[in-house]
DNA sequence: AGATTCACCACAATCGGTTGCGGTCGATAG
DNA sequence: CTATCGACCGCAACCGATTGTGGTGAATCT
């Protein structure tokens, strides 16, 4: 029942424990003879050795724990973001520590502090606000971090997401090349980099194909949710001389609850309005209409997060400029979007 | 930069590091004057300190780690379970380390070596299997587990599950009722507790309702898949003297694909035939037709499966039988379940 | 006053690996 | 044949917290 440890190895292969531990660290096998590193390799397999992590970590100060901080597991955005990771933190043999903060920056607080106490050696951070206090501790506390999907108005820290402004564009000039003109933005919450680069790369593209600031509106959301889309979407309805035939939302959720408020106006998708959401989330190919949206390579995303913060780990000191990933994304076009009614699409 | 240890609190405090250990544990202190604990415990928070988990652990073998075993965390199914589990483990002072196997069995084994090497005091698991090898051999190394959503033939270890016999009953009854005699069951696959759960309920609901074994078919999909579920509709409406008004499938996705192979063949739901998914995933109520389907609880499931863990490892001996709960669920009544065609539903 | 008890705290061993240092031994050079 | 060198391995300290044991002093009892 007690696990056997490492001075077992050592005692069945008739050799001390220090010896057995570099026989068995790949790197200072070079220090003991290779007969001998077969015998102990060859006890370890036999007893089924497994070295105590707890123990190497307090020894060598290093856990090989990745802590993977998201605001909700069960947002359909983070799960791939989350396994991307893991299947690279695994391979390189680190394991991930998951916490979910539930939108909730105090106990966000107390998790991540819980996980430093358990000597994680890095984050790996989905949560981060435009400004955040709670990045900026860690940094002064010198703990690596890396941003995913979401980013800061400081640039200090590795970040990988998707392309927001190329997203943005694309759906933009979708719409205007359907004929649409009177657009309408339902940007997410801007505390979060993703609601404020998405405004801010709608407002470019509207200005890029000739949109006026009156054809091109913006109604923000509280929150990333189909109650705020929804809110929104009558909001941009109701709003002094409305006029509306194209819907950009923040994401998918908006974009629903843009769906909900258009069918409560009694107004038809894609007949009267046309939508397109962010995010690609499963299943919205399913809903009806099918909703064309923006799709991001989430699991690749989560991946190079992980990679990029293993080799901040493994570089240990040479710090070169954080880097910034931005991952390509795509329009996928599918129902919820046509031409604006009594108007033909343009020709080009 | 170098974190606070027990040293320099006790340092701070003039007082030994023993002392101030048990100073900080509320089991042991009352071992210590009340003023030295005060003057510990203002020394502590005045320098920021926060015990080392690892050194603890490897002191008193007890991680406070606990490992959750799913599948793929991108299924829809496990992020509510593993969000319960998560928070009732939290609030216990326990952390969370996740990991997804990828369906893969043999990165399951090593995941599980890996996080047991790791310390952790238990696990959750989620991908028990019927006859699950893995699960013996932890249990031979007598580590705590609890299985969570999906069971074994073995009823060694304390489950926590939804109540498949009710859901399917209710299933059956509720197409029963509309007036379905000729049902047909897309059943799971078999080496998982809720594909056979399933099945056998099936039968017996059937039976409990007058169906012959001819109306009351049954299809088994080699996975949870919209893939599959797509092939064994098919498979139904392609069978000799096939007659089938009514589909419940083994879960939700198996749904969709029969929704797909209906419309294939030209049929429609709910018009020609109902369809009753299991699990409720996000958005299934948006989708065309929006399905009638059995919900689970799925966090309370992930929360007690939490509890039952945290017991048993805290209980430290006192083994009784294990503790099997089985969830209360409900039908979801929504557009893709009607009476059959050329009959009108029946009065009670 | 002297013996005894009790509260409080210091000491040191311990958990299981890792690693700097030094010792042994055979091989090679001188 | 002896001095030198290097390969190989043992020894012991160490990471940071916990805990059994024992010692000190004051308080209490006889």
Redesign the interface.
Known sequence: ?PRVKLADVARAAKVHPGTASRALSPGQSGQVSPQTVARVVRAAERLGY??????R??RTAR?H?VGIVVP???N?LF??I??GA??VL?AAGY??????T?NDRERERR?I???????VDGFIIATAQWEDPLLTDLAS??VPVVLANRSTSCSRWPYVGGDEQAGVRLAVQYLVGLGHRAIVHLAGPQNVSTGRDRVRAFRAAAKEFGLTTADARVTVCQAYSEAQGKAAMRRALRAPRARVTGVVAGNDLIA?GALDALAEAGLDCPGDVSVVGFND????D???PALTTVRLPLERMGGLAADLLITELESEGTQDAPTRALLGVDLVVRGSTAPPPRQRARRR
């Open positions: 029942m497994v070295p105590n992590a707890q123990a970590a307090l856990s724990l909700d597991i069960t359909p799960p791939p989350v396994r893991e299947h695994t394991t991930v520590l998951l916490t979910d539930d998790q502090e819980s996980l430093r106490g358990r000597g506390a010198g629903l989330m499963p299943f919205v399913r809903i009806q």
